[in-house]
């Protein structure tokens, strides 16, 4: 069964944008204590420094999810892959994958699917193979099924 990469994409696209909101919402809500610890005298200065430190972190997070959110929306579904590369659809005796980001299992058409990114070690460990080739990852052997 062929799953659309269409709705695989929409699929990416909306989670990653629900990553993105959430980030944003934390954000939003640690601003104005992050500034009343940086003004209020009654704060010891190592709390008031974790604020600033946590507030930094999760901008950095956002940071990256938007860099990743411009980059998967780069990728054209239409472009119809045979070997494993950004934008291929993997379907292996055991799991899909979908090369784009790091996205957490999404379900399409009641298939389960696992975006990963050009950096995720599983990854390399494929990349530019075809249809019918085997891979080994974290001790076990995977075989690609199809390509698209």
Not at 60 to 68: I, P, V
Not at 69 to 75: G, Q, S
């Amino acid at each position: 069964m062929t799953i659309s990469k269409n709705l695989i994409q929409d699929a990416c696209l909306l989670k990653q944008s629900e990553l993105i909101d959430s980030f944003q919402n934390r954000i939003d809500s640690m601003k104005s204590d992050v500034l009343e610890a940086n003004q209020s005298p009654s704060q010891t200065e190592g709390r008031a420094a974790g604020k600033v430190e946590l507030y930094n972190a999760v901008g950095k997070e956002l940071d990256f999810a938007l860099r990743e959110m411009e980059f998967l929306e780069t990728l054209n579904p239409e472009n119809e892959c045979t070997i494993v590369e950004p934008g291929a659809l993997v379907v292996t005796d055991k799991i899909t994958i979908y090369i784009c980001v790091s996205i957490e299992e999404i379900e399409v058409e009641g298939k389960a699917i696992f975006g990963i990114s050009t950096r995720a070690p599983i990854y390399a460990a494929m990349r530019g193979l075809k249809k019918g080739d085997y891979f080994k990852f974290n001790e076990m052997e995977y075989q690609i099924q199809d390509i698209y």
